[in-house]
Every structure is written in C-alpha cells, then in structure tokens.
C-alpha cells in the first residue's frame, strides 16, 4: 500500500498533555487543539515529503528511509534522524520522542507519538 495522499485528521488523543511535555506554550496549544490539520504524503519509492499543514503553520519533511536527514519537529527544533520502513509503518525517533506512522487500511493513517508515559495518537482520514 501507498502512503501517497491527502488526509484530514478526524481525532487525536492526549494532545495537550504531549505538547506541554515537548515544550509548546500554552497559548499555542489552545490554538492548535481544534485544528483539523491536513497531511499530504508524497512517496516515491523510497523517498518521502511529508507536508503538515496546521491552520497557518506548514511544516514540511523529506527524507529517504533508512538515510539521515535533517527534520523539523513540532516545536521547530531541526534534529538529525534516520526514518525506517516496517511494512506499513514508518518509524523514526526524535529527541526521545518515538514516533509511527501507520496506513491502517487504504483511507487511514494513524500516528501515534510516544514521549515517556504520554501516548498522543492521531487518526487521519484520506481526502
């Protein structure tokens, strides 16, 4: 399966316990705690570019899997990284943060984002 597409996101779990832990300020978390955000994923065998689009905040990603590269985190930290491919899931860590994204079926993706004891999941629904 593809992770090529457009997908919304349609719920999400432990949102504001997670970015408080990884350091967002509260105003910020308010602000994005009803945004249904939209993800484009473009791949191309082994390459990936991941655009996150938050309200007005973009944040875009590329990388091949199993390669460093340079990533920019949620709070706009860059943190070097190597993202691998497990079937269909894509997993890399960040800064003690393990993050996967998983293509449950053709039109979902789930990414789950683990920071010591706070498990924030995200489920998306392709467009």
Request: hydrophobic content about 35%; glycine content about 8%.
């Amino acid at each position: 399966m593809s992770f090529s597409g457009k997908y919304q996101l349609e719920s999400q779990e432990n949102f504001e316990p997670f970015m408080k832990a990884i350091g967002l300020p509260d105003d910020l978390i308010q602000k994005g705690k009803d945004i249904k955000s939209i993800s484009e994923i473009e791949e191309n065998g082994d390459d990936f570019k991941v655009t996150v689009t938050t309200g007005t905040k973009v944040l875009t990603n590329t990388f091949t899997i199993g390669k460093e590269t340079e990533l920019d985190t949620l709070t706009g930290e860059k943190v070097k990284a190597v993202v691998k491919r497990d079937g269909n899931k894509l997993k890399v860590s960040l800064k003690g943060i393990e993050s996967v994204t998983e293509l449950v079926d053709a039109n979902t993706i789930v990414n789950t984002m683990t920071l010591g004891s706070i498990v924030y999941k995200r489920t998306s629904k392709r467009m």
